[in-house]
């Protein structure tokens, strides 16, 4: 079965640089995008970022766009969110997802997730 295990997050200050990564197992990688979304207690998951199968193309939420940067290591069925001048609102539970097909869809484009891993940014 697929898995996805996140790994990165933590406590940095407002203005710091965090790096996520997701390691996935199960099917074949660069077969499926895969994404960045968040959460807040209480509150819908966010869309925060995806990547189709090879990389060349990515997207961004507006409250993310210049300061996030999603990639991909195919030979390390691996992606990561690198999020640098974090600001508080940026505090949230980040879970990766892997996409129904090789191209990213914002429309309900994904059907595995990870168990999430906290950021925490402090002001």
């Known amino acids: 079965q697929v898995q996805l295990v996140e790994s990165g997050g933590g406590l940095v200050q407002a203005g710091g640089s965090l790096r996520l990564s997701c390691a996935a197992s199960g099917r074949t990688f660069t077969s499926y995008a895969m994404g960045w979304f968040r959460r807040n207690p209480g509150k819908e998951r966010d869309f925060v970022a995806g990547i189709n199968w090879s990389g060349r193309r990515t997207y961004y939420s507006n409250s993310v766009r210049g300061r996030f940067t999603i990639s991909r290591d195919n030979d390390k069925n691996t992606v990561y969110l690198q999020m640098d001048s974090l600001k508080s609102e940026d505090t949230a539970v980040y879970y990766c997802?892997?996409?129904?097909?090789?191209?990213?869809?914002?429309?309900?484009?994904?059907?595995?997730w990870g168990q999430g891993t906290q950021v925490t940014v402090s002001s």
């Open positions: 997802a892997q996409g129904r097909g090789p191209e990213h869809s914002y429309l309900n484009g994904y059907e595995f």
